[in-house]
Structure formats: structure tokens, C-alpha cells
């Protein structure tokens, strides 16, 4: 019996260029899926909820790529907006890294699997 692909995805953009613990890209990157999931059930969105379902109801795919660079962030950031998917954005605190700086450090994307490869199937795996 041949295995359906998943119609839905979850991306995880990480940035490379902050150099963060393999722990740190660990609890960004939770933080950023976890994060995605509780805004979508927050917002009145209905199709990013229709979306969420479907991939609570499939096999919650979920990929890790990266960027170079805190601009490389945000211009996936912007595209995934202007494209109305379902993103979160991460800012860290810098209590633990980055000297007590806010810092933007990954982002998740949620949405049907071509729409979000649109956006970052250009990225290369973490």
C-alpha cells in the first residue's frame, strides 16, 4: 500500500549566523512550533485553523532549515505574511545568550505543503 504525502507542513527557518548551542537551536525552534500552533488557536483565522487541523490529523511534518542572516529572517518573515500563512516569529530575551540582547533567532511557517515550499523551499536543511 503506497503512503499518502502529507498535504500540510510545518517549517522551521533557524538562524545559523548566531552561532546558538545545539540546545538553544533545540528550545528556539520548540518554541517557535508550539508557538505557531497556540496563535492559530488564538486567532479567528479560520483558514490557518482548517490548516492546522488537517496537519494535527496527518502526520505533523515539520522541517528545519536555515538562514544566513537576521535580514534573510525577516525577508521570510514578510513573504509568508504578504502570502497570508500562518508564521511566528521568535525573539529571544538574551538571558541566556546574546549579553541580555532581544534578538530575533527563528521562525515557523504553517500551511499547505507548495504554498510554504514557495516561501522557503530555496533553504537548505539545518
Do not use: P
Request: one cysteine or more; a positive charge; glycine letters at 6%.
Amino acid at each position: 500500500m503506497e503512503k499518502k504525502s502529507s498535504e500540510t507542513k510545518m517549517v522551521i527557518v533557524m538562524r545559523k549566523d548566531l552561532n546558538m548551542t545545539k540546545g538553544k537551536y533545540v528550545a528556539q525552534g520548540s518554541h517557535a512550533s508550539l508557538g505557531i500552533v497556540l496563535d492559530i488557536q488564538k486567532r479567528n483565522n479560520q483558514n490557518h485553523r482548517l490548516i492546522l487541523e488537517k496537519w494535527l490529523n496527518e502526520s505533523f511534518v515539520k522541517v528545519c532549515v536555515s538562514v544566513n542572516s537576521l535580514e534573510e529572517l525577516h525577508d521570510i518573515y514578510k513573504n509568508a505574511l504578504s502570502s497570508d500563512q500562518a508564521v511566528k516569529l521568535i525573539t529571544d530575551n538574551g538571558l541566556t545568550m546574546f549579553n541580555g540582547i532581544k534578538t530575533d533567532t527563528c521562525l515557523a511557517i504553517l500551511g499547505y505543503r507548495d504554498k510554504v515550499d514557495e516561501i522557503t523551499g530555496h533553504l537548505r536543511l539545518l
